[in-house]
Nanobody, 128 residues
Framework: EVQLVESGGGLVQGGGSLRLSCTAS????????IGWFRQAPGKEREGVSC????????IYADSVKGRFTIFSDTAKNTVYLQINSLKPEETAVYYC?????????????????????WGQGTQVTVSS
């Protein structure tokens, strides 16, 4: 059974930090790309970051560059998203997702349709 389980969300003050985790099972972690997307209330889901477990390349949305860091621990089948300097407008449900199909290992955050598996999401709330 394929599973992506996110954790690490919570309530934080503006300017604060969180580390989100995504632990995967049920597929070959080392040949996937793992992405983080988020959906704020009343808005469309948007890509935030991605890491390829094949060539270790990373991608970030322009809005989070310099504040978010994605990294992978293949021994634990876990990808982390370190989020710093959080802003209230970044309040959202953050989703972990994996590309395991024809585009496996290729990182894109503007190709939501490439992603095969999704976690249930973790809520991040940033107070002003």
């Amino acid at each position: 059974e394929v599973q992506l389980v996110e954790s690490g969300g919570g309530l934080v003050q503006g300017g604060g930090s969180l580390r989100l985790s995504c632990t995967a099972s049920g597929f070959t972690f080392g040949r996937t790309a793992i992405g983080w997307f988020r959906q704020a209330p009343g808005k469309e889901r948007e890509g935030v970051s991605c890491i390829s477990n094949t060539d270790h390349s990373t991608i970030y949305a322009d809005s989070v560059k310099g504040r978010f860091t994605i990294f992978s621990d293949t021994a634990k089948n876990t990808v982390y998203l370190q989020i710093n300097s959080l802003k209230p407008e970044e309040t959202a449900v953050y989703y972990c997702t994996a590309i395991d199909g024809p585009f496996f290992g290729i990182c894109r955050i503007d190709r939501e349709q490439w992603y095969d598996y999704w976690g249930q999401g973790t809520q991040v709330t940033v107070s002003s």
